[in-house]
């Protein structure tokens, strides 16, 4: 169980759980700059769509993870091509770092035909089964069982799939995500459950709604493994994943992770965030996961400036074919309302 300690303010940049880095890094060059390259472009495309959604290009509810791109870049690097992955409504970052269409994920965001989602569940839900990726869930916590569902038929079918659960700070208020955490460790399932702690469930603090701040805490109730990662840092978050996952596939069961991270954006396009201060916000600025890689690669000579640049503009360039293409799609047309909602499967015995 949890020992008793104080707990600290939601609202400032964790220390690493992890040792400082020695000199020696601990990935290859190539790693490096596929992450930067990833992590950049997620942080692109994000900040095209809060542009589009200001030009109302965009509509109904958009919740961007700039600032959190470390999370699941780490995360996926860490894992396997079969492993299932699900979140909730900020994920546009998800499908891309598993290797979505990016021009489908834009089209879907405009409710286009095109959309990775065919246009019926726009920026909140965001599908891609041939990708691993199951969602996108607009309901708070609604996931999380999902995932433990999903981490059962991986064990049921025998495999060593695992299920990566991700989730937010507030959707661990919810009464669903501990009936799932109790489920998933009394049956030992392959499961990775990810809370990314970004300090604030909409626009209030964690530490206005709990006396545990360390929300890994609340696995040691089931007495299940977990930990707490410095995700601003995509190093830590892969070794700390990379790690929780080997375990799962032994059998020895699920994982609690609590990524401290934080956005540097509203809750949604439509919060201006005036609940934390200009100081808090600069803090983490200092702390941007995609400038600590940018500083490996050039320190270490493994890319110049100019290079760095040049990949950047690229970057623009892929976001703004993702626009063109997302613009010249066709809306759905109103009778395509009801497909592809139920899956029709012939049953040998009569359901009722």
């Known amino acids: 169980m949890a020992t008793s300690k104080t707990s600290k303010p939601a609202n400032k940049p964790a220390a690493s759980t992890k040792k400082k880095a ?3 890094l601990k990935f290859s060059k190539e790693q490096y700059m596929h992450w930067y390259e990833q992590m950049l472009f997620m942080r692109r495309f994000e900040e095209k769509a809060g542009q589009l959604y200001g030009q109302q ?41 598993l290797g979505s269409d990016p021009k489908k994920i834009m089209a879907e965001l405009f409710a286009k035909e095109t959309g990775i989602s065919r246009g019926k569940g726009g920026s909140m839900h965001m599908f891609d089964k041939a990708h691993h990726f199951y969602g996108g869930h607009g309901i708070v916590g609604g996931q999380v069982p999902l995932g433990a569902g999903i981490a059962f038929a991986e064990k049921y079918k025998g495999n060593d799939n695992i299920s990566i659960t991700y989730l ?6 919810q009464g669903a995500f501990h009936e799932a955490l109790n489920l998933a460790m009394t049956m030992k399932l392959p499961a990775l ?45 892969h070794m700390a994943v990379a790690e929780a996952a080997e ?38 600025k200092k702390l941007d996961p995609i400038e600590q890689v940018k500083q490996i690669l ?31 799609s066709s809306f759905p047309d109103p009778s395509q309302a009801f497909e592809n909602v139920y899956v029709q499967e012939d049953y040998p015995f009569e359901i009722g």
């Open 22 to 24: 020695s000199a020696k």
């Open 57 to 97: 290009k965009i509509k109904g509810f958009c919740h961007l993870y700039i600032g959190q791109e470390a999370c699941v870049a780490g995360a996926v690097s860490a894992l396997k091509e079969g492993d299932k992955h699900i979140t909730a409504y900020r994920d546009h970052a998800h499908p891309i770092a």
């Open 168 to 173: 937010g700070d507030g959707a661990a208020r």
């Open 193 to 237: 459950f990810i809370i990314e702690n970004n300090g604030y469930a909409m626009g209030t603090s964690v530490a206005r709604t709990s006396n545990v701040t360390d929300l890994a805490e609340l696995g040691r109730a089931y007495e299940m493994p977990s930990i707490i990662v410095d995700a601003m840092n995509v190093e830590n978050v």
């Open 247 to 284: 375990r799962a596939r032994k059998g020895d069961g699920p994982t609690l992770m609590e990524f401290k991270t934080y956005r540097y954006k509203g809750h949604s396009m439509s919060d201006p965030a005036k609940y934390r201060t200009k100081e808090e916000l600069e803090a983490y």
């Open 298 to 328: 050039l320190k270490n000579k493994f890319a110049t400036e100019d290079e760095l640049s040049a990949l950047d503009k690229s970057l623009k360039e892929k976001v703004m074919e993702t626009v063109k293409f997302a613009e010249e």
